[in-house]
């Protein structure tokens, strides 16, 4: 059994920051990649970001230069620094991560709970 729990969203002004936080735990051998994504009512889930287990990082166009995921693997986290934003930016942001668990080579994608971003203009 794995879990992911994410922390960090809230309300902010346009050119506000926010760091979301997502930490996972349970019967962990490995974790490889975690990203975030986010979904906006009417419309699909859309990736943000993903870091690898080394450290390699990806990007969404319209976040580039503004946000930036790092992950701590000692404590399972997976983070998103958000700066400069804007109500474009306004989610739910969902982290997830690639885990195999203990005891086997198989992996299974599992699913923070959402935490609302809102960016008032």
């Known amino acids: 059994q794995v879990q992911l729990v994410e922390s960090g969203g809230g309300l902010v002004q346009a050119g506000g920051s926010l760091r979301l936080s997502c930490a996972a735990s349970g019967s962990i051998f490995r974790i490889n990649d975690m990203g975030w994504y986010r979904q906006a009512p009417g419309k699909q889930r859309d990736l943000v970001a993903s870091?690898?287990?080394?450290?390699?990082?990806n990007y969404a166009d319209s976040v580039k230069g503004r946000f930036t995921i790092s992950r701590d693997n000692a404590k399972n986290t997976v983070y998103l620094q958000m700066n400069n934003l804007k109500p474009e930016d306004t989610a739910v942001y969902y982290c997830d991560a690639f885990v195999v668990a203990r005891g086997t080579y198989l992996f299974s994608q599992y699913w923070g709970q959402g935490t609302q971003v809102t960016v008032s203009s």
């Open positions: 870091i690898s287990s080394s450290g390699t990082t």
